[in-house]
């Protein structure tokens, strides 16, 4: 990797930008929407990226993961204004009305589209989480948002982290020049445990207590396909160059009776030129070491794991510096800032979730779905009134048309 290329080259040839010690210290502020889990994480590692960073204003819904985000910004002697600290629902406005650079959008999947598009009327440049969104009216607007984003100079990045990873960039690049001839088949598995659930308070609300268990709620997250399995179906889509034309599939729910998502999918996309690629995900108690989280592809002249090694003609194994992933994202992002060069991920994240929405929507409607028919569907899946209280039941839109009320669990199976 060369240490001098531009953010602009790192999109259209996945070039890493250079580290750290390399760049100008411009300072940077930045502000966190989001403070759960993976808000958290992204404190220290937007710190840990580049010289003369700060955190300047955090968000969230609820004051206390609010609390537990100053906490750790104090332990790192980064300690935000009380008057730049802000939660409810509208706290992601105040966020975006301070002077911040760019903008973390860490919030559940379902709010993200509505956010960059603030961000971006804001004229912020953004770090947004993965997925994109949750269906497809909401990929429509990160799309066009990106575009936006384009017109203003505005860079956007995506926590698709695969896309800075030095070991992924290489091998991609080796295999887009042919290192394994023309790709003939491809697979993307996301098979690991399950994830916790918070026990209900007596305090909360159905809507609370749906959004403080975020992940297990289609509506809030879109399903583990679109949540999480986003990540290796955006690297074959990075392979191919492209997203699939349709897709087939099945699933359900056999080990998870809380929340309202399935707990294993299988899919079967196939792209423009007539490559099917092979999709399973799940999350479901395992024997030790038997996750599976990978992706692999075929070609006419060798195979290839996608991440650092190539079988083909010639045998090749990735042998440079393994950088944190997570922090590199931020690196790239701040870089392109401070070079005035923009980049923008917003398309790239846009349709890989997008592809996972169309598996979804095949497995739950039990029919071959086509790219067209999943990018131009009405399905929205945001409920209303999105409220906090009062400790009632809301209906949640799910699979088959049930409903989850609130009072018992769901088994889809």
Known sequence: MKRGATAAAAVASFNVLPSKDARAVEPITVGLIGCGGRGKSAIKECLGSADEVKIAAVADLFPDNLAKAKEILEEMDSKVPDDRCFTGWDAYKKVMETDVTYVIIDVPPVFRAEML???INAKKHVFMEKPASVDAQGIRRIIAAGEKAKELGLSIAAGTQRRHQGDYIETIKRLHDGA????MAAQAYWCGGPIGFRERQPSWSD???????WYHFLWLSGDHIVEQHVHNLDV??????THP???????????????????????DFEYPNGVHMTSLCGQTPRPEGQSWVKESVQGTKGVSNCANWIKGLSEWKYEGHHQNAYIQEH????ASIRSGKPINEARNVAESTMTAIM????????????????????????????ELGPNEPTPVAIPGGKEYTGKEGWNPG
């Open 117 to 119: 598009e603030a961000a």
């Open 331 to 334: 690196t790239d992002l701040i």
């Open 245 to 267: 034309i349709k897709a087939y599939g099945c699933g359900g729910c056999a080990w998870q009776k809380r929340g309202n998502i399935w707990d294993h999918h299988a899919i």
């Open 207 to 213: 809507v609370e207590f749906q959004i403080r268990n």
């Open 236 to 241: 074959i889509n990075w392979i191919m160059g």
């Open 359 to 386: 598996g979804r929507m095949a497995e739950y409607q039990n029919k071959e779905m086509t790219w067209e028919e999943a990018i131009n569907s009405n399905e929205n899946l945001i409920i209303q009134p999105l």
């Open 180 to 183: 394994i001839g023309e790709i």
